[in-house]
């Protein structure tokens, strides 16, 4: 079977173990599915998720124009301490930075590779926990924008990593860690602003992905270098594709690229 589109990052369902599913405009394919089978995949053309342009991408799906100009990739996304909107000050666009900002927003700490701190918007939990290929998470605090989490997360990263090592995450080489006692040494750094959305009775979720087999050495997959690939689907983690021979697909790292693949 085949099909082509844009990738954009899997869509998950939080079951045991998680559910993936490659979503394209008229179509999707449920990857979990496809664990143990042949897969085919082709690099056609860039799409970029703003303008549909073919253009190289840049970075996160958007071409390099597209990337300085609009409020979805501006600079608050990677930098939650950097939003404005709680002053009503505009960045790119007032009204799109009101609406993601002045919502609530999460702290966490998340064991992918190591123990690390993280912002999410609240509707995004488990969601970005499993983007990360945590296996286990936890909530530290609840706030009601964005800028809170932010400065949060500068704060406790003083004292605990805010980077996952995708290598060690994929290979699984990572010690179970209590994230409780995590979070309680943790509180004393949490900004005055933000003591008063301290979580302290949640205990911590536990996610189990669909893998079969996880690599030793993970090398990862450039469609740029590497147009046409194929192998055994063998696990999924994160947002990565795991093949047979060690390769690795970062699905969301190659957001705006359009593929074929063909199910063999």
Known sequence: ??????????????????QYYLVF???????????????????????????????PIYRQGFCKS??????????????????TAHIDKEDRDLEYEKKVQLQPHVVYLANSSNVKVG?????QVPARWIDQGAHEAIEIVEVPNRYLAGITEVALKDY???????????????????????????????PDEAKDYYIES?????IVFPVLKY????????LDKTPNYTGKLVGIKGQYLIFDDDTVFNVRGSEGYVVGILII
Not at 119 to 123: A, E, L
């Open 25 to 55: 405009e008229s179509d999707f394919i449920n990857m979990n599915q496809m664990l143990g089978k042949t897969i085919s995949i082709q690099f056609v053309k860039y799409q970029c998720l703003n303008c549909s342009l073919d253009r």
């Open 215 to 222: 690599p030793k050495k993970p090398k990862s997959l450039n």
């Open 160 to 190: 605990v990593a805010d980077k996952t090592n995708w290598r060690t995450m994929l290979k699984n080489d990572i010690a179970d860690e209590d994230l409780v006692s995590w979070r309680n040494k943790l509180k004393q750094y949490i």
């Open 66 to 83: 597209c990337f300085f100009d609009i409020p979805q990739a501006a600079d608050w996304i990677i930098r939650p301490e950097l939003s």
């Open 202 to 206: 949640n205990s911590e979720t536990n």
């Open 1 to 18: 079977m085949t099909y082509q589109g844009v990738l954009t990052k899997m869509a998950t369902e939080f079951f045991e173990p998680i």
């Open 119 to 123: 912002v999410t918007r609240k509707s």
